[in-house]
Nanobody, 119 residues
Framework: QVQLVESGGGLVQPGGSLRLSCAGS????????MSWYRQAPGKERELVAT????????NYADSVKGRFTISRDNAKNTVYLQMNSLKPEDTAVYYC????????????WGQGTQVTVSS
């Protein structure tokens, strides 16, 4: 049974930091490109960051460049999203996903974790 389980979300003040984790099981984690998406209320889901299978390449949405960092530990079947200098507009449900390649749509999705940035 394939599972992606996110954790680490919560309430943080503007300018603060959070680190999200996503643990995968039931599939060969190291063979998948991993991504983080987010969806704010009333908005479409958007791609935030992507990391290739061995972690050699990363991509970010312009809105988070310089503030967010995606990384992975294939030995732990886990992908991370370090979020710094958080802004209220970063408030959303964050989802991790697994894709066969960087160019294909996600095959697996997590259940999401809420991030709220507010004073």
């Amino acid at each position: 049974q394939v599972q992606l389980v996110e954790s680490g979300g919560g309430l943080v003040q503007p300018g603060g930091s959070l680190r999200l984790s996503c643990a995968g099981s039931g599939f060969i984690f190291s063979r998948y490109t991993m991504s983080w998406y987010r969806q704010a209320p009333g908005k479409e889901r958007e791609l935030v960051a992507t990391i290739t299978r061995a972690g050699g390449s990363t991509n970010y949405a312009d809105s988070v460049k310089g503030r967010f960092t995606i990384s992975r530990d294939n030995a732990k079947n886990t992908v991370y999203l370090q979020m710094n200098s958080l802004k209220p507009e970063d408030t959303a449900v964050y989802y991790c996903s697994a894709s066969s390649t960087i160019a294909t749509r996600p095959r697996y999705w997590g259940q999401g974790t809420q991030v709220t940035v507010s004073s």
